[in-house]
Structure formats: C-alpha cells, structure tokens
C-alpha cells in the first residue's frame, strides 16, 4: 500500500529536549516536505527536499533541521523544542513532475512541548 | 506573493444542504495549481482534486464540484446534497514552481459540520 508513514504519531516532551519525528514514503517520490498546522493558520512549510542531499527552508524553519540521506525517509529534527513548537506536524511526498505533483501526507505527529 | 485566502472560517448547514466554500487566491505567475484538501475529523489530509491554470472547466465528481475562474481568482468548492460524512475541515492551496522548487501554499481552511 502506497503511504507516508510518520512516527511519533503523538508525542509530550519538555523544553529542550531534542526530539526527531520521523517519516518514511515507500512511492519512490522524489520531493518530500514538513509542514505544521495550528489553528486559523492553516498549514506552513517548514522545510522541503527535492531529491537526496538536496533540501531547503520553507516559510517557517527556525528552531528545525531536516536530512535527506535516502530518497524514502526525511526526519524533522527539533534540537531543542520550545513550546511555541506545539503543534500538529505533517510529513509529505510526491513525484516531482515540474512542482505540481499531488501531495500525499502522512497521518500527523501531534507534538507537545511544556 | 502567493496568498490563498478562505474568508469562510466554519460553516454549519442541515444535512441534504448544499454548501459552497470560497478560496481566492493570489499570484503573479500564469502558471500554477490549484488543490482542494479535506481533513476528516480523524486528522489525515485526503487529496480532492488539482487543476491546473490553463484549465477552467468546471469539474464534477459525483457530489463535488469546482468552480474555477481566473477572472476572480476564486477556485470553489460546492458539495450538493450535503451528508454528515463531509463533515470535515476544507483546505484550498496554490502550487507554483519558484527557483525550480515546489512553493505549495495553504489557505487558512473552512471547517464544515453537517448537521443530521
């Protein structure tokens, strides 16, 4: 079954706290990307990749790290989470095909941070 | 800069209702995307549809329809006949390519609530 597959689904932590959320597509798409929804703000990129070694800020990057070392997984790195960090997390992918691909996102990590 | 706005923030009808989301949006670029998410109160985003710039037919699905026109900037969304399951949160987005990068910017979403 094709699917993205994000891990913690949910997660409480405290300030400072490094944490990875992890994410994982089995499509063999080539761009995957990290987005945060709060509350009447809709969803805001964090950051985005378009193949292997190759990533980028999106709108809302501070206080995040990505890596892309395989073409399947993209992991979103908080190195020391704040609470203005909490949030619902989504990780997604799709085919290139000149920026217009259909996203496919995964089922949320709901993160926390006191 | 790209902006996608849905004034509509809740909207509330009786099931068997129709129902109409807006979503207008800005952009400098004659081409771009434009897609129509829905989250279920389950929490997962499910993909609708996605129409490109050049194409402004109007689209149907079963009871989904779309409703593009480049003359306003506006890409709406009409669900007829209204069921309890549609109940969800509605996301409108606009994609373009901007330095050879995927930009996909999301509207601020209506949350739908289908009343039996």
């Known amino acids: 079954e094709a699917q993205v597959t994000q891990n913690p689904r949910y997660l409480i932590t405290v300030t400072g706290k490094k944490l990875t959320v992890t994410c994982s597509q089995n499509?063999?798409?080539?761009?995957m990307s990290w987005y945060r929804q709060d509350p009447g703000l809709g969803l805001r990129q964090i950051y985005y990749?378009?193949?292997?070694?190759?990533?980028d800020k999106g709108d809302v990057p501070e206080g995040y790290k990505v890596s892309r070392k395989e073409k399947r997984n993209f992991p979103l790195i908080l190195e020391s989470p704040s609470p203005n960090q909490t949030s619902l997390y989504f990780c997604?992918?799709?085919?290139?095909?000149?920026?217009?691909?259909?996203?496919?996102f995964g089922e949320g990590s709901r993160l926390t941070v006191l | 800069a790209q902006k996608v706005t849905q004034a509509q923030t809740e909207i509330s009808v009786v099931e068997k209702e129709d129902v109409t989301l807006d979503c207008v949006y800005e952009t400098r670029d004659t081409t771009y995307y434009l897609f129509w998410y829905k989250q279920p109160p389950s929490g997962e985003l499910v993909f609708l549809i996605r129409?490109?710039?050049?194409?402004?037919q109007n689209e149907i699905s079963g009871r989904y329809s779309w409703n593009f026109q480049k003359s306003t900037s506006s890409f709406n969304f009409t669900i007829t006949a209204s069921q309890v399951v549609d109940s969800a949160v509605y996301f409108c987005a606009l994609s373009e390519v901007i330095q050879g990068a995927q930009k996909l910017v999301f509207g601020q979403g209506t949350r739908l609530t289908i009343n039996p």
């Open positions: 129409r490109n710039s050049f194409d402004e």
């Open positions: 499509m063999n798409h080539e761009y």
């Open positions: 997604a992918s799709s085919l290139w095909e000149g920026g217009t691909g259909e996203l496919f």
């Open positions: 990749s378009m193949n292997v070694e190759v990533t």
